[in-house]
């Protein structure tokens, strides 16, 4: 099988697999909708002076990464359902080949997805903040917006290595979320320096204005890469060892 025809294969099976689709889908859906709802009703009233008002614009963001999560955790899981994995293979033999043209075509989803999601929530919500308005010609919106769709499309390979290697979304989720909306928190109130560096934390410095602690916008994006790059490196070799 070529390479553009396994690429196609992956591509067909996340516009088939409904739970997958719908996932992918939930990121833009997601993170518009609260992103208007919340700029619709207290957007101005929380808009304070001293304020990282670009920041804030993202805030529905929380919400998308982790439907960019399930996302790459449900497009690997897939494989493990019902001898998925034993047929894509017999079809693939060649398993860096199938795992590479997955992470690509999850990498590519989460990235045009997630570029459009973070286009379109910022533009949704800023026209409701009046001249508290964040424009997207003012100092770092731009480089927000665009980093904002490469740290889902992050976010969704990291959960899609680790899933490769648990072969389950639902541990990988339980892992995962708890880690974003808890874990983090805690640990920054504990040791800031060393929260700086987890995932999340770090990659979403791109999204700031003006960026916090020891990383810079794009050092932390780095970072999340590289959180990334380690998780599909691991998938990787679990795909190749063991068996299907």
Same mark, same amino acid.
């Not at 998925?84 to 590479?100: C, E, I, Q, W």
């Not at 320096?193 to 979403?204: C, E, K, S, T, Y």
């Given at each position: 099988?070529?390479?553009?025809? #396994? *690429?196609?294969?992956?591509?067909?099976k &996340?516009?088939?697999?409904?739970?997958?689709?719908?996932?992918?889908?939930?990121?833009?859906?997601?993170?518009?909708?609260? /992103? *208007?709802?919340?700029?619709?009703t207290v957007?101005? %009233?929380?808009?304070?002076?001293? @304020?990282?008002?670009?920041?804030?614009? =993202?805030?529905?963001?929380?919400?998308?990464?982790?439907?960019?999560?399930?996302?790459?955790a449900?497009?690997?899981?897939s494989?493990y359902?019902?001898?998925?994995?034993?047929?894509?293979? %017999?079809?693939?033999?060649?398993?860096?080949?199938?795992?590479?043209?997955?992470?690509a075509?999850?990498?590519c989803?989460?990235?045009?997805?997630?570029?459009? /999601? /973070? =286009?379109?929530? =910022?533009?949704?919500?800023?026209?409701?903040?009046?001249?508290?308005?964040?424009?997207?010609?003012d100092?770092g919106?731009?480089?927000?917006?665009?980093?904002?769709?490469?740290?889902? !499309?992050?976010?969704?390979?990291?959960?899609?290595?680790?899933?490769?290697?648990?072969r389950?979304?639902?541990?990988?989720?339980?892992?995962l &979320?708890?880690?974003l909306?808890?874990?983090?928190?805690?640990?920054? @109130? #504990?040791?800031a320096?060393?929260? @700086?560096?987890?995932?999340?934390?770090?990659?979403?410095q791109?999204?700031?204005?003006?960026?916090?602690?020891?990383?810079?916008?794009?050092?932390?994006?780095?970072? /999340?890469a590289?959180?990334?790059? *380690?998780?599909?490196? !691991?998938?990787?070799?679990?795909?190749?060892?063991?068996?299907?």
């Open positions: 099988m070529s390479v553009s025809a #396994v *690429v196609r294969s992956e591509w067909l &996340i516009r088939t697999l409904r739970g997958v689709l719908g996932s992918l889908l939930a990121v833009f859906a997601v993170t518009v909708a609260i /992103t *208007v709802l919340v700029s619709a957007g101005r %009233a929380e808009a304070e002076p001293g @304020d990282d008002l670009l920041f804030g614009a =993202f805030y529905a963001l929380n919400f998308g990464q982790i439907a960019a999560l399930a996302f790459g449900t497009a690997v899981s494989e359902l019902d001898g998925a994995l034993r047929v894509s293979l %017999a079809a693939v033999p060649d398993r860096t080949l199938f795992y590479g043209a997955k992470s075509v999850i990498g989803c989460g990235l045009i997805v997630g570029t459009a /999601t /973070t =286009f379109g929530a =910022f533009l949704a919500g800023q026209a409701f903040m009046g001249p508290e308005a964040v424009h997207l010609g100092p919106a731009l480089r927000a917006c665009v980093g904002g769709g490469v740290y889902l !499309a992050l976010m969704a390979l990291f959960a899609a290595g680790l899933t490769a290697v648990l389950s979304a639902v541990a990988v989720l339980s892992i &979320i708890p880690l909306l808890i874990v983090s928190f805690v640990v920054g @109130d #504990v040791a320096v060393a929260a @700086d560096f987890l995932p999340d934390r770090a990659g979403q791109v999204l700031r204005q003006h960026p916090v602690g020891s990383l810079g916008p794009w050092t932390g994006l780095a970072v /999340t590289l959180w990334a790059a *380690v998780a599909q490196l !691991a998938g990787w070799w679990a795909v190749r060892r063991r068996d299907a």
